[in-house]
C-alpha cells in the first residue's frame, strides 16, 4: 500500500472522529488517491479487505496491513442518492398532476351526484307545490260555490 493511501487514510480517519475538522485531505500528492477520492472519502459505501499472512517472514507486512485496515475502518461515509434536482421536481410534479387529477374526477362524480339529488328534490317540491295549488283552487272553487248557492238562494230574482 501506498504511502499517499495511507495519508489519506489517516487524514479521513482523523476527520471522521472529531480530530481534526479542517484537515487537509492529500487526495491529489498520487493519481492513485485522486482515482479513489469518491471511494474513500465520497459519497459511496465502500469495502476494503485486508490480506494478511500468517508467515512469521511477512509479519511487518501483516502488521502494517493491519494498521492500515484499523485506520480505514474508522472512516464515516454519509451516502446519499445523487439525484438530478430537475428531476425530483419533474417526479413531484408529475405525482400532484395524478393526484389532482383524481380529486377533479372525484369532484366531477359527486358535483354530478349532487346535480341529480337536487334536480330530484326541485322536482319533487315542484310537485307537492303544484297539487297544493290545485287543492287550494279545488277549495276556493268549491267555496265559490258553496257562496254563490248561498247568494241565489237569498236572492230569489237570480
Known amino acids: 500500500i501506498s504511502n499517499d493511501v495511507g ?26 488517491t485522486w482515482l479513489l477520492k469518491d471511494s474513500l472519502g465520497g459519497n459511496s459505501k465502500t469495502v476494503m479487505v485486508a490480506t494478511i499472512s500468517p508467515a512469521m517472514d511477512n509479519y511487518e507486512e501483516t502488521l ?4 492500515y485496515a484499523d485506520r480505514a475502518k474508522r472512516i464515516v461515509n454519509h451516502a446519499v442518492v ?16 395524478t393526484v389532482l387529477r ?9 358535483k354530478a351526484d349532487n346535480l341529480k339529488e337536487r334536480l ?3 322536482e319533487k317540491l315542484i310537485q307537492e307545490m303544484t297539487l297544493s295549488w290545485e287543492d287550494k283552487l279545488q277549495n276556493t272553487e268549491q267555496i265559490h260555490k258553496v ?10 230574482i237570480g
Request: avoid cysteine.
Open 102 to 110: 383524481n380529486q377533479l374526477i372525484e369532484a366531477e362524480s359527486m
Open 147 to 156: 257562496s254563490r248557492g248561498k247568494n241565489v238562494s237569498k236572492n230569489p
Open 7 to 32: 495519508l489519506v487514510i489517516s487524514a479521513l480517519a482523523d476527520q471522521a472522529a472529531g480530530k481534526k475538522k479542517n484537515n487537509f485531505v492529500p487526495y491529489r500528492d498520487s493519481v492513485l
Open 82 to 97: 445523487n439525484e438530478d434536482p430537475n428531476a425530483r421536481i419533474i417526479f413531484d410534479l408529475r405525482e400532484e398532476v
Open 64 to 67: 502494517s496491513t493491519l494498521r
Open 120 to 122: 330530484a328534490e326541485s
